[in-house]
């Protein structure tokens, strides 16, 4: 007789728990609070334009990526089209001067040479830094709990880049580019690198992968990749109840036994997992009663990706002024403005022209963000009025800068769509809106957190309140790894299957 298990929340993780539990012969329901699937990973609709909420890149999409096989598995690689950018990102000075960040370290090494033919031996070490990190794959295997020697020995084959890693983690973008003797070179780079503080661990990693050509953009974004797994657990014979907010992990003798939904109904499995928001899990759906003072002080003193204010626009031109480019054109402005409360002195805009999937044909997407503060829009979103009129506002500085900085687009702009953080929570559940979840640090790098808690028997979570730093193949990975440790309880042999 098939064992069951309950998943809550239909997010990427959540799919992955249930492929990898149906390919593992577990009966498997999904509940999920919105009408579709896929969580943070996903895009809207608007007047015939898609507004993409995820897909800049996706790790995995080169075969001889580790990730590669998760997405086989979970049925998208066999269909997806993908598009590799030649641009990360152009970031241009005060002076109009565009610098160009290529994804193709041998270009943007010559590139730099030309620039700053000075700085010759720190520009190679740079770029050497992103060909190191072009190699290093991101494992999958086992998860930590479960690790066998053989495991821990493989491993132990990748202490020369986890050496490399660690050292890297610790030199932040300032303290590196510092040591170019070239004025502009120095400015630029450690600006466009997001300032002092990025560690260039990071940035190695991003270009490595671009580099490599292991993190390209899947057309159709966020919603199409999405619907590529909907339709392999479908195909497994899973099922998916939308529309189904779980209030409740029930729970007897600490053993989590089923849940209860906003309507009233209660439904059992054998084994419950949260792939939802990690502290409503703890906190409000098991009442605060399985933690320990690891798990208190992380929620207590969060350190979580900064929410965003998200404004989509609907352009009837293709607007190839602005290239296109992973991370999109930054540009100052010649005056600074407020948004949410903050003073903003650039703009950044991504456009999606290269994507015939996300407007009609002739017209394209522009994307803009900006951090922000969830306070700020929780607070405002108790008023709505004010809290539309923020919104209008927003979109009608945004519309203008751009038309001031490309005359006639305003007059093109056929459709306006603001997302604030408020509406991660509202359609995800994403506590504070954080769309990743954790910030990137040392004690998350450590993989110090646990997919269980203390007490509760049955139970597992999953996804980026778990498995922190965010991103799609994390999502994938921390369902396959749920899976295999509920294996390893059943004394059941883990598979996998591709389509």
């Not at 007789?1 to 990427?12: A, P, R, T």
């Amino acid at each position: 007789m098939e064992k069951s298990i309950i998943i809550i929340g239909g997010g990427l993780s959540g799919l992955a728990v249930g492929c990898y539990g149906r390919m593992n012969g577990y009966k498997t329901k999904i509940f999920e609070m919105h009408d579709i699937v896929g969580g943070v990973c996903t895009g809207w609709k608007r007047k015939g334009y898609t507004i993409d909420g995820a897909m800049n890149w996706l790790v995995g999409t080169g075969p001889k990526s580790s990730a590669y096989k998760l997405w086989e598995e979970l049925g998208a690689a066999k269909h997806w089209k993908i598009y590799n950018h030649d641009l990360y990102s152009v970031y241009e000075d005060k002076d109009g001067k565009a610098f160009n960040i290529y994804c193709d370290a041998d270009r943007f090494e010559k590139y730099l040479l030309e620039i700053a033919p000075e700085d010759k031996d720190i520009i190679k070490e740079f770029t050497k830094g992103i060909r190191d990190f072009s190699r290093t794959d991101m494992p999958v295997g086992k998860p930590n709990e479960i690790m066998t020697w053989f495991s821990k020995i493989t491993v132990v084959k990748m202490l020369p880049m986890l050496m490399l890693m660690k050292k890297w983690l610790k030199i932040s973008a300032g303290d590196f580019f510092k040591r170019l003797k070239n004025p502009y070179l120095r400015q630029t780079l450690t600006s466009a690198f997001g300032g002092d503080q990025w560690p260039m661990m990071i940035i190695f990693w991003m270009l490595g992968f671009q580099h490599a050509k292991a993190a390209g953009y899947v057309l159709g974004g966020a919603l199409e990749h999405v619907r590529f797994l909907e339709e392999r657990y479908r195909a497994l014979g899973g099922a998916i109840h939308c529309k189904s907010k779980v209030v409740k992990i029930l729970v007897e003798n600490d053993k989590a036994i089923g849940i209860k939904l906003a309507d009233g109904t209660e439904h059992r499995a054998d084994w419950i997992v949260s792939a939802a928001d990690g502290r409503t899990t703890i906190f409000d759906l098991l009442e605060g009663k399985y933690i320990d003072d690891a798990i208190k002080k992380r929620y207590d003193n969060p350190n979580l990706f900064s929410p965003l204010v998200y404004i989509g626009l609907g352009v009837a031109d293709p607007v190839k002024e602005i290239p296109p480019a992973i991370s999109g054109l930054s540009f100052p402005l010649e005056t600074p403005i407020t948004v949410a409360g903050k003073e903003r002195r650039r703009l950044d805009v991504r456009t999606y022209s290269y994507d015939p999937a996300m407007a009609p044909q002739g017209k394209t997407v522009l994307i803009t963000q900006f951090d922000t503060d969830y306070d700020y829009w929780e607070k405002l979103h108790k008023e709505p009025e004010k809290y539309e009129a923020e919104k209008e506002k927003i979109a009608d500085l945004v519309v203008s800068l751009l038309d001031k900085r490309y005359p006639g687009l305003a007059s093109k702009v056929e459709m306006r769509d603001v997302a604030t953080p408020v509406t991660w929570v509202r359609y995800t559940g994403n506590w504070r809106g954080s769309y990743e979840g954790w910030q990137f640090s040392a004690e998350t790098f450590t993989g110090s957190m646990k997919k269980t808690l203390p007490g509760l028997d049955n139970f597992y979570m999953a996804g980026q309140w778990v498995n922190p730093g965010g991103g799609m193949p994390t999502a994938a990975m921390s369902g396959n790894h749920t899976i295999q440790l509920i294996c390893h309880r059943d004394k059941k042999k883990f598979i996998t299957a591709r389509p």
